[in-house]
């Protein structure tokens, strides 16, 4: 691969040009778009939550860098808040201790989800943000090309290394016309989601477009980028313009503002429009958020539970919005009714305008400010209860009860539905303007005096929960396998590596690794060690859409640790391929997909020459006891060297 520069570099200058492509084309630093497949893109921002965070950091000390090389980067504590057992408060000291350390700023427990805080205080357009965290594009929403991938990606953008992107496809969502009472932009995104899907997107990016986009406010906007993950692709942005300027100006930060607008003329890989008056209330029905349905449809179900929150839909407007519908009502009855806003700003607002104590005497449990329900760290629903939430992904057991059937709606559906009991769309909601200032209140941001630099020698705080990353083995020229598990289609990292109860173990990797494909399969690990103390290589056998939604790369690290050498599938998800790659864990897809029938659990499998297979084309026929299965991986130089290295951590740089 080249350096981005030259004639190819002018002619991006020249042309007509979309959003993406003005922000992309000022921070590649490797690679041509006219000729390859993935390019080298320089990183502004960084953003890590705990539970990737700690792993994430801990790769980061491990490549010696003083202190971090980016502009900002910022390490925030959302997700394992509850603290049940020394854990997560473990993981807590261990983060700050780190930050202080190595020039990161630390957003404490308790000053409120990482997307919504990084929104509001650190966004800035035109600028490229990565985070260990699937809803890292949420940034769109300000006009930032933001990307989620896994933790050791993050690791090597702050110190300073490019991050490689799929050289991007772009799709204009042309928004026209107004939204109509009632609906929202959660229902914009579930229009898009019904259109597109869960699968099949990868390496696009969705560009927000058209005269729509102007009757969007940024937390709008930024609830649309947020969910665009469900759909697989690399990230969705909007342009910078009026709106974005007055959201800025608001949180005073009108010094960040860059306008940035697409081209007239600029071309598009494709178009797709919506007309936002003709748009209804939506929901993602069990149980994926692809699975979209109008409200209409569901009109009149029984509800049991309704959670309002996370990073998808938990900004000032929301909440207000919920506010405004239950004022001087109380929900029904036999509904709980949960609220998490998304940072300490937004109640420092709902308390000073009376919104509080609306919530609270409408009969709405107030929770934290955190990822909380969304994770199922807390709140889960009653056996087989209908649980209607705004957050963004309603995979089978992610609440924390397996039988639960959840649906994602948008803020103004679930509070109409907490006042009727059963599913109904909201009438005649009412609007939230954009406050003229939001409240400041920096104070639960640590060490911003010593952002970028660090404290040379400061103590790192490691208790027993931080246990070190292990390391992965060089590609063998051969591998004797066995095909340790078989599963479906659209198997998400929620299956691969469950969150919620056994998301204290982030930090502990052999703790962890016991819980792989615990929802699908509980003997896995037993299975996988028995292989691995044979000389055998584990593999995975999978359909469609293999690793879809968190950015977690405990998916690819855990069973990197039990001994699996390879994933066959039918399609790989972009974080998730990208997170095998960097364990050294080689990411296969079937030549023929109807070959997946012929391998079943057990299957010995027989790769002779996979080192030879991965150095050159990626193809390797698979010796099974059904005759040969061809495979293929597609790699690029960089992603051949770090797999035959044994992944990215053994390498030097
Ligand atoms: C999620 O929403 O699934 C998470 C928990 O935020 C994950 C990150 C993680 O697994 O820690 C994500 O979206 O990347
Ligand atoms: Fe947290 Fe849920 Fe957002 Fe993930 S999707 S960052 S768990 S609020």
């Known amino acids: 691969m080249q350096n981005f520069q030259g004639e190819k570099m002018n002619s991006l200058k020249a042309g007509a040009r979309s959003v993406t492509w003005k922000i992309l084309s000022e921070h590649i630093v490797d690679g041509d778009p006219a000729k390859d497949a993935e390019l080298g893109i320089r990183i502004d921002q960084t953003l890590t939550q705990d539970a990737t965070g700690t792993m994430a950091y801990l790769q980061f000390e491990s490549m010696g860098v003083d202190h971090v090389r980016n502009d900002l980067a910022v390490s925030y504590v959302d997700h ?231 990073c998808t839909n938990s900004s000032y407007r929301d909440i207000r919005t919920v506010a405004k519908i239950l004022e001087g009502r109380h929900v029904a009855d036999d509904v709980e009714v949960g609220i998490a806003c998304g940072s300490r700003q937004v109640v420092q607002m709902l308390a000073k305008d009376g919104s ?44 924390g009860t397996k039988s639960a059937q959840v649906y994602l709606v948008s803020p103004e559906t679930a509070a109409a539905s907490a006042l009727a009991g059963t599913v109904v769309a909201s009438e005649g909601a009412p609007f939230v303007a954009l406050p003229r200032r939001f409240p400041i209140d920096d104070s639960m941001f640590l060490y911003r005096e010593t952002a970028g630099r660090g404290v040379p020698g400061a103590p790192i705080v490691r208790g027993p929960n931080i246990a070190s990353v292990p390391k992965g083995e060089a590609l063998a020229p051969s ?90 599938a039918k399609s790989i998800e972009r974080i998730h391929r990208a997170n095998l790659v960097n364990f050294g864990i080689v990411p296969f897809v079937f030549e023929d997909p109807a070959d997946y029938e012929k391998l079943s659990q057990g299957d010995e499998l027989s790769f002779e020459g996979i080192r030879a297979a991965v150095e050159g084309d990626g193809r390797i026929a698979v010796k099974t006891p059904r005759g040969t299965v061809c495979v293929r991986t597609a790699l690029s130089e960089r992603e051949k060297k770090i797999i035959l290295a044994g992944g990215r951590l053994q390498m030097k740089n």
Request: proline share 5%; glycine share 12%.
């Open 356 to 399: 509080l104590g609306i919530l609270v005497a409408a009969g709405c449990r107030m929770l934290e400010n955190a990822c909380g329900f969304c994770i199922g760290a807390h709140m889960s629903p009653a056996t087989n209860a209908v649980s209607l939430r705004t957050n963004n992904r309603n995979f089978e057991g992610r609440s």
């Open 479 to 568: 591998l004797a396998a066995v095909a340790a598990i078989k599963v479906g289609d659209k198997i998400t990292t929620d299956h691969i590596m469950p969150a919620g109860a056994r998301l204290k173990f982030r930090s502990n990797v052999p703790e962890y690794s016991k819980y792989v494909f615990e929802p699908c399969d509980p003997s896995f690990h037993d299975r996988c060690l028995e292989n691995k103390s044979k000389g055998l290589a584990n593999v995975i056998i999978a359909g469609e859409s293999y690793g879809q939604g968190s950015s977690r790369e405990h998916a690819a690290l855990c069973p990197m640790a039990l001994g699996v050498k390879a994933v066959i």
């Open 80 to 310: 394992n808040t509850v603290q049940i057992g020394f854990e997560n408060a473990d993981d807590h000291d261990f983060l700050a201790s780190i930050a202080k350390r190595y020039g990161i700023i630390y957003s404490k427990a308790g000053n409120g989800i990482c997307h919504q805080l990084h929104l509001e205080r650190f966004g800035k357009p035109g600028t490229t943000l990565l985070g260990s965290d699937s809803h890292t594009p949420t940034g769109g929403g300000i006009g930032q090309i933001a990307i989620g991938a896994g933790g050791i990606d993050i690791a090597v953008a702050m110190a300073g290394g490019p991050f490689y992107i799929p050289t991007p496809k772009v799709r204009a969502i042309k928004l026209v016309g107004t939204l109509a009472q009632g609906t929202s932009a959660k229902d914009i995104i579930l229009k898009v989601l019904e259109r597109f899907g869960t699968k099949g997107n990868v390496g696009w990016i969705f560009e927000y477009t058209g005269q729509g986009v102007t009757t969007l406010d940024v937390p709008s906007r930024a609830t649309i980028a947020n969910m665009g993950a469900e759909l697989g692709v690399t990230t969705s942005v909007f342009p910078s313009d009026r709106m974005t300027r007055q959201f800025l100006a608001a949180q005073g930060r009108a010094g960040d503002f860059k306008p940035i607008a697409a081209d007239r003329g600029a071309k598009y890989d494709d178009v797709f429009e919506i007309d936002l008056g003709a748009l209804k209330p939506m929901a993602a029905a069990p149980h994926s958020p692809g699975n979209v349905v109008s409200v209409e449809s569901l009109r009149g179900l029984k509800v049991n539970q309704i959670m309002i929150g996370s």
